[in-house]
């Protein structure tokens, strides 16, 4: 177990709990600032081991269309790159989402739009959580704060697509992909055996034994009544996943005035405002979603008749400073602070526009 | 204890490797640790720097609006980081890079000469084990047999047989950094 203690960079940090949960394959194109996550797979040779696939494929569109034949044939399948690259990847995202595929897409965002910086940005949120490709589809949306969280998500990811068939993205940014800090992988798990497979995704396409009719995978249904009752399937599936799978952190939280909610690394700097806030007596408390689809509504909703103000700290012009405003309906003043393109808040930074704007 | 620390200075120098392994060193004691480097299209040349948090309980912020201690290896980090040091902090400098004398006057400023030592030594990749060396000399966060330690950790076997050169190094930064 001392073993397992090590320190890496969050990018890293996937890569090996990726071969240690047993993925399949892993179709990748390399951008910063997530390239360490192929590099690392790519020293990790895990195909020599598990018997994983790497592949750099020649492009993002090729990468995320391998992940789309993957999944359809009930393979732990996975990618990843970074903002310009999740841009390309969104046709075949709503492509697997209509085709009701797990797999899992991980995107540590830098500064946009366009090519924009390298450096780290939450501005992906929208195009995350509001769709991105076309169609009424929704991805489960995990937010990691730490390098632990990164190795955690892979595998909370899998079972999460696998529990639900639907993707799940985990949406990091460029400072948990380049931090380095401790981590304890998870153990090592065997990839499926193909009869496994076979038994747990009945609807894969696995190669049709007789007597069973032949499994279809495809978004299309040209019957527009149809398509209807397969939206309405859709919908219903995403209501269950918001039901049962919110996820937050609360951070002082108990007496708090005010409320500060950001998720990934912004909630990270946002704990040491709370600290500082607190030494000078300011009742400052932080909530942290860790699933940013599901939102987690009812518990800010909750804290709308509790605190006097909320303020969104988030590495964007205002993004899911929207989600909360809904959540609270007017109940209470909610502002938000960010910074744009790739610049990252200090704490002091964020501690006075919060003086500024809500207190 | 909690030191939060900023390394600044040309990319090249040694800068993200020298807060690597201080993390390692911190990670090698039990400590908690985060490494968060400035990861711009930086190349040598440029300028780079990192911060290295360690501490006995769980790190909030990787990122820092003010240090406990700032090691300075070229004067734009010099101009960008001085009025960052906590009052009482240390600031610790390379004579060679530096043209500006240090203004403040409430933190403890040091001059370690090490461009100077590792071209009489002739052995430049030295260069940031001997300012390490000065660090733990002046504030002694981590253990040398810690750093050893964690210096076989980082580096890849082939590169085990440098670590008595590198142990060394930050010997000769131990009796080199002067108080200023």
């Known amino acids: 177990?001392?073993?397992?203690?090590?320190?890496?960079?969050?990018?890293?940090?996937?890569?090996?709990?990726?071969?240690?949960?047993?993925?399949?394959?892993?179709?990748?194109?390399?951008?910063?600032?997530?390239?360490?996550?192929?590099?690392?797979?790519?020293?990790?040779?895990?195909?020599?081991?598990?018997?994983?696939?790497?592949?750099?494929?020649?492009?993002?569109?090729?990468?995320?269309?391998?992940?789309?034949?993957?999944?359809?044939?009930?393979?732990?399948?996975m990618t990843s790159s970074s903002s310009p690259g999740v841009s390309l990847k969104q046709e075949g995202i709503s492509y697997i989402a209509g085709a009701e595929l797990p797999c899992l897409i991980v995107n540590v965002m830098r500064g946009g739009p366009g090519l924009g910086t390298i450096q780290p940005s939450q501005a992906d949120y929208f195009q995350t959580v509001k769709g991105g490709g076309h169609g009424d589809y929704k991805l489960i949306t995990l937010a990691p704060y730490s390098v632990q969280e990164m190795a955690d998500f892979v595998g909370l990811g899998f079972e999460l697509a696998f529990k639900y068939s639907n993707p799940a993205i985990i949406l990091a940014d460029g400072i948990i992909g380049q931090m380095m800090e401790k981590v304890v992988l998870p153990p090592f798990l065997p990839r499926k055996t193909e009869a496994e497979i076979i038994a747990e995704t009945p609807w894969a396409a696995q190669g049709k034994p007789a007597g069973r009719k032949p499994n279809v995978i495809t978004s299309l249904e040209l019957d527009a009544s149809k398509m209807e009752e397969n939206n309405i399937r859709f919908q219903a599936k995403y209501k269950k996943i918001s039901e049962n799978e919110v996820r937050y952190e609360e951070f002082h939280c108990e007496d708090a005035e005010y409320l500060l909610v950001a998720f990934g690394s912004s909630a990270r700097i946002c704990q040491k405002v709370v600290e500082n806030a607190r030494n000078e007596g300011i009742k400052l408390g932080l909530l942290r979603p860790i699933t940013l689809w599901p939102f987690p509504t009812e518990v800010i909703n909750n804290y709308a008749s509790k605190v006097k103000g909320i303020l969104s700290v988030e590495l964007n012009a205002g993004q899911m400073v929207e989600d909360i405003r809904l959540a609270v309906n007017g109940k209470v003043k909610v502002e938000h602070f960010g910074r744009l393109g790739g610049i990252v808040f200090t704490p002091d930074e964020i501690l006075e526009a919060f003086k500024q704007k809500i207190r | 204890m909690k030191k939060e620390i900023i390394i600044a200075g040309f990319g090249g120098q040694g800068v993200l490797s020298m807060g690597k392994i201080l993390a390692y060193s911190g990670l090698m004691e039990g400590k908690e640790v985060s490494w968060m480097p400035s990861y711009g299209p930086e190349q040598r040349g440029g300028t780079a720097n990192v911060t290295v948090i360690l501490s006995d309980a769980p790190i909030s912020s990787p990122i820092l609006n003010e240090f406990d201690v700032a090691i300075i290896l070229n004067q734009p980090s010099l101009d960008k980081f001085e009025s960052k040091v906590k009052p009482g902090g240390i600031l610790i400098y390379d004579g060679y890079g530096i043209h500006t004398p240090v203004k403040r006057t409430d933190i403890d400023v040091y001059r370690v000469d090490a461009m100077d030592a590792v071209t009489e030594m002739q052995n430049e990749k030295a260069f940031n084990m001997l300012i390490l060396g000065g660090l733990l000399k002046v504030s002694p966060m981590v253990k040398i047999e810690n750093v050893l330690l964690g210096l076989k950790k980082s580096l890849p076997e082939r590169h085990h047989k440098l670590i008595p050169m590198n142990e060394e190094a930050i010997k000769k930064g131990m009796e080199i950094i002067r108080k200023v």
């Open chain 1, 1 to 77: 177990m001392e073993d397992d203690i090590k320190l890496m960079k969050g990018n890293e940090a996937v890569a090996h709990a990726a071969i240690r949960y047993g993925v399949d394959g892993y179709f990748g194109y390399p951008i910063t600032p997530q390239s360490e996550i192929l590099e690392t797979l790519t020293v990790e040779k895990p195909w020599k081991t598990t018997g994983m696939v790497v592949l750099q494929a020649e492009s993002e569109v090729a990468a995320i269309n391998m992940v789309y034949g993957g999944a359809g044939t009930g393979k732990r399948v």
